[in-house]
């Protein structure tokens, strides 16, 4: 089993950054990706970025690109999100997700349906 803990989220202005952290424990090895995901009230939950465990690739929904960058720490077993020049809009749940060899299913790296393991979110408020 794979766990997750998010951490990270907060308050921040317009145009201002933030950096959200995923660390990952229990079996690592079986992880072949991880993602994260937003949710803002009333919406579906959407693709943000995710990243091969490898960390050789990496993969941007068209929003946030130039904006987002993911990253991933080998010695930490951590996964970060660097979110530079916020929006309003970006103000969402956000939720860190494995994909491991378990997970029985692929969708593409953007697909919600390739995650079998998912952390409990972490709340980013952009104020205008």
Known sequence: ????????????QA????RLSCAASG??????????FRQAPGKEREF?????????????ADFVKGRFTISRDNARNTVYLQMNSL???DAAVYYCAAS???SGAYYGEDGLG???VWGQGTQVTVSS
């Open 1 to 12: 089993q794979v766990q997750l803990v998010e951490s990270g989220g907060g308050l921040v």
């Open 15 to 18: 145009g201002g950054s933030l």
């Open 27 to 36: 079996r690592t090895s079986s992880i072949v990706f991880m993602g994260w």
């Open 48 to 60: 943000v970025s995710a990243i091969t465990w490898s960390g050789v690739n990496t993969y941007y």
């Open 87 to 89: 929006k309003p809009e």
């Open 100 to 102: 491991t060899y378990y």
């Open 114 to 116: 390739s995650y079998d």
